[in-house]
């Protein structure tokens, strides 16, 4: 396994991480993605350990907590041996401090955490949307008071936009708060989104990329291909609509490409589709899932070996799409290229 600083902080993460999702499973989306138990957990982890996988992702809103119970037990003595990643800030209830990120949402989501988890500290710390809500220098002095507590190692953000990761490190930095170190965000050859702004937002700031949905939310397993039925044990059926769009013929292009890698480099379909992302600026660790023991150890394939560079052009060519505004000059013109050039791999 390969690791990498997360960001700019000094803190090394694995170029692959697990996400636990799966966890618990309870409710409409979380219960279609999966159903590990406490046992299950505990084998997951023996075989990501084992691989070198050190980082386990979590959040409060998955499966109403069961997620983050389900790995803390399964963490349970060996806590030294790993890292742990939870997010806070999705409502988890009506009422009016179940949601966001004001003062007292954050310390009580953290002690909630860190009960659930069986544990004295997160490693890292994410809050899983912006709160508009909520001054973002109240944001930053309670994550900075929870650090100097011990609770918290180092903190991130998850599906911010560029101005709002931004606001929030020019802040930081003018009252010396801790900055955020990473970024989870969804990105895939399906989903290129976050090329436009925030991968050089993260590499000018030095804020690392932890990637969600590294297969465009189960579209790039190689099981869907062009002209062919959604296959019937597909969650893509039940849980499609939460989710980011994926418009059909780029996703057919994009699988005819990697089925022709896939069958050159004897890999699979997913194995190409996450070694393409970790060859991507600012990416410090993509976040695999695995319902089961299968589809984990398929994922673990993803590292150990590299595309060439004539196969991720052609997996970029196929997953460009047309940048959008005010990005398309600087993609179309030469004067702009000549001031802007994409960022190298």
């Known amino acids: 396994m390969e690791y990498r600083r997360l960001g700019a902080s000094g803190l090394q993460v694995p170029a692959l991480s697990l996400g636990t999702g799966t966890f618990g499973g309870r409710g409409p989306l979380f219960g279609a993605w999966g159903t590990t138990d406490v046992q299950e957990a505990r084998r997951l982890l023996d075989i990501a350990i084992d691989a070198g996988v050190t980082l386990f992702d979590t959040a409060d809103v998955y499966s109403d907590g069961a997620s983050e119970e389900v790995l803390g037990q399964a963490v349970r003595g060996r806590r030294d041996q790993v890292l742990i990643s939870t997010k806070a800030g999705l409502p ?10 004001s003062r007292a949402r954050l310390i009580r989501s953290v002690d909630d955490a860190l009960r659930r988890l069986g544990t004295d500290h997160l490693d890292l710390f994410q809050l899983h949307a912006y709160d508009a809500a909520t001054p973002i220098e109240e944001v930053l002095a309670t994550l900075e008071d929870l650090v ?3 609770k918290i190692r180092y903190t991130g953000v998850s599906n911010f936009s560029g101005w709002q990761l931004m606001k929030s490190l020019d802040l930081a930095d003018r009252h010396g708060r801790p900055r955020y ?16 702004d ?10 690392g990329a932890l990637v969600w949905s590294p297969l465009g939310w189960g579209r790039l397993t190689g099981r869907i291909r062009r002209g062919h039925p959604l296959p019937a044990g597909s969650r893509l059926h039940d849980t499609a609509d939460y989710g980011p769009p994926v418009e059909d013929e780029l996703l057919y292009r994009v699988v005819d490409a990697l089925d022709e890698i896939a069958a ?3 890999r699979t379909v997913p194995q190409v589709a996450i070694n393409w992302l970790l060859r991507r600026p600012t990416v410090s660790s993509v976040i695999i899932g695995a319902r089961n023991e299968e589809q984990l150890r398929q994922n673990l394939g993803a590292v150990g070996w590299s595309l060439t560079e004539d196969q991720v052009a052609r997996l970029d060519a196929a997953s460009a799409r047309t ?11 030469a004067g702009f290229a000549r001031l802007n050039p994409p960022l190298a791999g």
């Open 323 to 333: 940048a959008p505004y005010p990005h398309f000059p600087y993609r179309r013109q």
């Open 264 to 266: 050159e480099t004897g």
């Open 198 to 207: 925030l991968m050089p937002l993260a590499q000018q700031e030095g804020v």
């Open 148 to 150: 100097r507590a011990g």
């Open 181 to 196: 170190a990473a970024h989870q965000v969804y990105y895939s050859l399906v989903g290129r989104d976050y090329e436009w």
């Open 92 to 101: 988890l209830g009506d009422g009016p401090q179940d949601a966001g990120t």
